[in-house]
């Protein structure tokens, strides 16, 4: 079945460090991907999204490729802010309908002053 | 503008008590969700719902039912509540294969 795997956290950085989290994903078609953030207390919130091999999303400062040769939408950031401090999901949505999201694991951001 | 309501956003029920999650959306959508989210777990997928009238099972079904009564209504029941239950639950909705939009959640404790 469909799957997502991103790296674990938590992840600590300094303010105006570049940030990295990387998803890979497996589909059994070609998937919609997305990243949600979740802000302590909060549901989650799409970020940003793509829907087909090399559309970049992006939004907030962040983007993410969709690199279908390397099933992967890895997000990045190049100046993050105490503010961007959350909880990061990769997701994807696969074709033919009736396939429900699937999501990795979440990776928790902390940044620093 | 409501989106995704959830209600109620917080309980604390006994072991083997019952109890329904209401979810509602306001965006036409066919598509709704159940989630779990637990510490370390990240979101796990309890059922799910294509259109009104239907459910199917997610990756943690078990001790829970659902209802789609109506297209803006995904209903989830706890039959008998057990500590392992204890979790933040989530809803969402969406489109075919587009965003999802998520409720605020609901903390849930079981004693």
């Known amino acids: 079945g469909d799957s997502v795997t991103q790296m674990e956290g938590p992840v600590t950085l300094s303010e105006e460090a570049f940030l990295t989290i990387n998803c890979t994903y497996t589909a059994t078609g070609y998937p919609s991907l997305f990243w949600y953030v979740q802000y302590p207390g909060e549901g989650l919130q799409l970020l940003l999204k793509?829907?087909?091999?090399?559309d970049k999303g992006s939004n907030k400062g962040f983007e993410a490729t969709y690199r279908k040769e390397t099933t992967s939408f890895h997000l990045e950031k190049g100046s993050v802010q105490v503010s961007d401090s959350a909880v990061y999901f990769c997701?994807?949505?696969?074709?033919?309908?009736?396939?429900?999201?699937?999501f990795g694991k979440g990776t928790r951001l902390s940044v620093i002053a | 503008n409501a989106g995704v309501t959830q209600t109620p956003k917080f309980r604390v029920l006994k072991t083997g008590q019952s109890m329904t999650l209401l979810c509602a959306q306001d965006?036409?959508?066919?598509?709704m969700y159940w989630y779990r989210q637990d510490p370390g777990m990240g979101l796990r997928l309890i059922h799910y719902?294509?259109?009104?009238?239907?459910?199917a099972k997610g990756e943690v079904p078990d001790g829970y039912n659902v209802s789609r009564l109506k297209k803006q209504n995904f209903l989830l029941g706890l039959e008998s509540a057990a500590p392992s239950q204890t979790s933040v639950y989530f809803c969402?909705?969406?489109?075919?294969?587009?965003?999802?939009?998520f409720g605020q959640g609901t903390r849930l404790t079981v004693v």
């Open positions: 969402a909705s969406s489109y075919e294969r587009d965003r999802a939009f």
């Open positions: 719902s294509v259109g009104e009238g239907t459910t």
């Open positions: 793509a829907t087909k091999a090399d």
């Open positions: 997701a994807l949505s696969d074709r033919p309908g009736n396939t429900p999201l699937v």
């Open positions: 965006m036409n959508h066919e598509y």
